[in-house]
T-cell receptor, first 113, second 117 residues
Framework: DQQVKQNSPSLSVQEGRISILNCDYTNSMFDYFLWYKKYPAEGPTFLISISSIKDKNEDGRFTVFLNKSAKHLSLHIVPSQPGDSAVYFCAASGSGSARQLTFGSGTQLTVLP | KAGVTQTPRYLIKTRGQQVTLSCSPISGHRSVSWYQQTPGQGLQFLFEYFSETQRNKGNFPGRFSGRQFSNSRSEMNVSTLELGDSALYLC????????????????FGPGTRLTVL
């Protein structure tokens, strides 16, 4: 049973436009959510996170939105740049002994020049 | 600060052998977690260590084990290797327990690519 789902395996966006990556989760015990960017043969790079007590967090071109009632989060990248092309993973964690990250399956973002 | 380092970066073993992978966390981080990435299963949690104690373990067989040393460096061991153990093994460190650190943020190393023949 996938507790964290990224239903879009791939997304193509024109340079300068907005990229929106989506993620759904099922476990109500998750209270912290993260986005990672990954290139082949490298470890994931942390991008941005959000606690369940917030509904939005911004860091430069990256904004994460959390809709707890819908168990949905999204990552907005504005403006998109060709260097943003990578696989993006969302991850969720709980507290205490449930701090391990549960990852989605990833979305390949391609930003076209 | 230097990032998470993992050695070796690449490893080729044959079925039945055992392997030990090493991870050095970011300086000051005391929590180290291990993950396995495969094309079929994605990124899956193996175990987490904090202050030399295993705090949490994922759903992997007992052939997968780990330990953490007093300097927070960690090793994971896989015994009796199977073909299905071929994967990218990722180590992540977390500032959990560090004043001002967000304990749930984990920072990954480059991984060790293990190939079992």
């Amino acid at each position: 049973d996938q507790q964290v789902k990224q239903n879009s395996p791939s997304l193509s966006v024109q340079e300068g436009r907005i990229s929106i990556l989506n993620c759904d989760y099922t476990n109500s015990m998750f209270d912290y959510f993260l986005w990672y960017k990954k290139y082949p043969a490298e470890g994931p790079t942390f991008l941005i996170s959000i606690s369940s007590i917030k509904d939005k967090n911004e860091d430069g071109r990256f904004t994460v939105f959390l809709n707890k009632s819908a168990k949905h989060l999204s990552l907005h990248i504005v403006p998109s740049q060709p260097g943003d092309s990578a696989v993006y993973f969302c991850a969720a964690s709980g507290s205490g002994s449930a701090r391990q990250l549960t990852f989605g399956s990833g979305t390949q973002l391609t930003v076209l020049p | 600060k230097a990032g998470v380092t993992q050695t070796p970066r690449y490893l080729i073993k044959t079925r039945g052998q055992q392997v030990t992978l090493s991870c050095s966390p970011i300086s000051g981080h005391r929590s180290v977690s291990w993950y396995q990435q495969t094309p079929g299963q994605g990124l899956q949690f193996l175990f987490e260590y904090f202050s030399e104690t295993q705090r949490n373990k994922g759903n992997f067989p007992g052939r997968f084990s780990g330990r953490q040393f007093s300097n927070s460096r960690s090793e994971m061991n896989v015994s009796t290797l199977e073909l299905g153990d071929s994967a990218l093994y990722l180590c992540a460190s977390s500032p959990m327990g560090v004043a001002g650190g967000h304990g749930n943020e984990q920072f990954f190393g480059p991984g060790t690519r293990l190939t079992v023949l």
